[in-house]
Nanobody, 128 residues
């Protein structure tokens, strides 16, 4: 059974930074794609970034391009997303998502249905 431990959400002023971390357990495949999606009240879920466990690629969504940096520790099955220069419109609940047995592709950030496993999410609130 795949489980997540998500951490790092919180409240920050505009222009600040936050690091979101996902630790995943119970994964048996060598190559996996970890992603972050976000969803604000009344809005559609949006892909933010992704990074490969076991691979080298990462991708950013258009809304955070140039402000997001994903990293991972394969040995610890942990991935982190650093969000810089946060804006009030980044306020949302952020979810970890995992697609097993696959490398990431940029297009997957537009297809939440690609991801089999989801965390419960962590809230990020950016004040102006």
């Amino acid at each position: 059974q795949v489980t997540f431990v998500e951490s790092g959400g919180g409240s920050v002023q505009a222009g600040g930074s936050l690091r979101l971390t996902c630790e995943v357990a119970g994964v048996s495949s060598v190559k996996n794609c970890m992603a972050w999606f976000r969803q604000a009240p009344g809005k559609r879920r949006e892909g933010v970034a992704s990074i490969e466990f076991g691979g080298a690629d990462s991708y950013e969504g258009d809304s955070v391009r140039g402000r997001a940096s994903a990293s991972k520790d394969n040995a610890k099955n942990t991935a982190s997303l650093l969000l810089n220069n946060l804006k009030p419109e980044d306020t949302s609940r952020y979810y970890c998502a995992l697609k097993t047995g696959s490398w990431c592709m940029a297009s997957m950030l537009r297809k939440e249905s690609e991801f089999e496993y989801w965390g419960e999410g962590t809230q990020v609130t950016v004040s102006s």
